[in-house]
Nanobody
Framework: VQLQASGGGLVQAGGSLRLSCAAS????????MGWFRQAPGKEREFIAA????????YVADSVRGRFTISRDNDKNTVYLQMNSLKPEDTAVYYC?????????????????WGQGTQVTVSS
């Protein structure tokens, strides 16, 4: 499966963005989906994950209450709605997938990665 992330940009603190991750290829199979981010000089950080059937989600403590993950299976797209953005949310955001049903926050639990989309939050 191929993943294409989009929707990043420059936004002021307190603003919102919605990232999209469009999947192509073997989309008939079920995949867990996740979002990670990486800021300059920092390790890649888990943000949110979604079970393959969309029945369950898991969001990192650092963004819980502000970020929401969802999917539209008809469009083969996963979204990350980001509200109340803070300067510390500035990073490259990556979507990821793996052909398994359950949720995981572990980086190694994903074998497919998108190219990343830059999110910059100004103060």
């Amino acid at each position: 499966v191929q993943l294409q992330a989009s929707g990043g940009g420059l936004v002021q603190a307190g603003g919102s963005l919605r990232l999209s991750c469009a999947a192509s290829g073997r989309t008939d199979e079920t995949y867990r989906m996740g979002w990670f981010r990486q800021a300059p000089g920092k390790e890649r950080e888990f943000i949110a994950a979604l079970r393959s059937d969309g029945s369950s989600t898991y969001v990192a403590d650092s963004v819980r209450g502000r970020f929401t993950i969802s999917r539209d299976n008809d469009k083969n797209t996963v979204y990350l709605q980001m509200n109340s953005l803070k300067p510390e949310d500035t990073a490259v955001y990556y979507c990821a997938a793996q052909r398994l049903k359950t949720i995981t926050s572990i980086f190694g639990g994903y074998g497919y990665w998108g190219q990343g989309t830059q999110v910059t939050v100004s103060s």
